[in-house]
């Protein structure tokens, strides 16, 4: 037998990865409901679901490698950064699904979910005031009036592989529903702002540069006390905390 691997681990989900099948623990059925038919109505390359018993759901792996890793440079070119940004548009471009997604809750509850991340980060001592204050202040942004595309919700660079220059596989779809484009664009994009123009370019339409910013301060607030208590460390190098000091 294939040895093993315990790709993530924690008290919501776990991924463990035997030679080219990764096995999905979800104690939340719903989201894996939803990820299987975000795969299936996507209209880029997604994993192919081998069978389902649950709570476990079998995949097979893309081929390829991952575009990158949050906190680490990427190796991949300009031009398989610009194709993640042309697979982005054509997924924002499809019908929607009948579902909202990780972005698609409305203005009023972000704003609530950001009070209350930015009151735990200072009063826990987790970062500075003046570093939550700044970037806030440069959040506020992300909260406007958007129109809802199909998104993947977690379009972080672990979950987009490439062969070269073009995309073989997009993973890990349990976030996925209706949402605001920019959040998959600065999700996309986050930590590493050197390649925000390829995707852009690749994405082929003006984006509110502005919007993917605050996105990347918004995402990092409320993401931070998640990360520490599922054993992740957000102020590893190049990630959520460096992106939030990179605002100042």
Same mark, same amino acid.
């Given at each position: 037998?294939d040895?093993?691997?315990?790709?993530?681990?924690?008290?919501e989900r776990a991924? =463990?990865r035997?030679?080219?099948?990764?096995?999905?623990?979800?104690?939340?059925q719903?989201?894996?409901?939803?990820e299987?038919?975000?795969?299936a109505?996507?209209?880029v390359?997604?994993?192919e679901v081998l069978?389902?018993?649950?709570?476990?759901?079998?995949?097979?792996?893309?081929?390829?490698?991952?575009l990158?890793r949050l906190?680490e440079?990427?190796?991949?070119?300009?031009?398989?950064w610009?194709k993640?940004?042309?697979a982005?548009?054509?997924?924002?471009d499809?019908p929607?699904?009948?579902?909202?997604?990780?972005?698609?809750r &409305?203005?009023?509850?972000?704003a609530?979910?950001?009070d209350?991340?930015?009151?735990w980060?200072?009063?826990?001592?987790?970062?500075?005031?003046d570093?939550?204050?700044?970037?806030?202040?440069v959040a506020e942004?992300?909260?406007?009036?958007?129109?809802?595309?199909?998104?993947h919700?977690?379009?972080?660079i672990?979950?987009?592989?490439v062969?070269?220059d073009?995309?073989t596989?997009?993973?890990d779809?349990?976030?996925?529903g209706?949402?605001?484009? =920019?959040?998959?664009?600065?999700?996309l994009?986050?930590g590493?702002?050197?390649?925000l123009?390829?995707?852009?370019?690749?994405? &082929?339409?003006?984006?509110?540069l502005?919007?993917?910013?605050?996105?990347?301060?918004l995402r990092?607030?409320?993401?931070?006390?998640?990360?520490?208590?599922?054993?992740?460390d957000?102020?590893?190098?190049?990630?959520?905390?460096?992106?939030?000091?990179?605002? =100042?």
């Open positions: 037998m040895e093993v691997k315990v790709v993530v681990a924690h008290s991924t =463990l035997v030679g080219d099948v990764f096995l999905k623990v979800d104690a939340d719903a989201r894996v409901d939803a299987v038919e975000a795969m109505l996507a209209p390359p997604t994993p069978w389902r018993k649950p709570p476990v759901l079998a995949i097979a792996a893309v081929p390829g490698t991952a990158g906190g440079p990427s190796a991949a070119s300009p031009a398989a610009a993640a940004g042309a982005t548009r054509k997924l924002h499809a929607l699904p009948p579902w909202p997604g990780r972005s698609g &409305g203005i009023d509850e972000f609530a979910d950001l209350a991340e930015c009151e980060l200072v009063t826990n001592g987790v970062l500075p005031p570093l939550v204050t700044r970037n806030r202040q942004a992300a909260l406007r009036p958007w129109t809802p595309v199909f998104t919700g977690d379009l972080q672990a979950h987009v592989f062969d070269g073009e995309i596989g997009i993973i779809w349990s976030e996925a209706q949402g605001d484009a =920019l959040f998959d664009l600065a999700t994009t986050l590493h702002e050197e390649h123009g390829d995707v852009v370019a690749g994405y &082929g339409t003006d984006v509110d502005d919007v993917i910013r605050a996105w990347w301060s990092s607030l409320l993401g931070i006390r998640w990360l520490v208590e599922h054993g992740f957000p102020s590893a190098p190049g990630c959520e905390v460096d992106v939030l000091r990179s605002r =100042l």
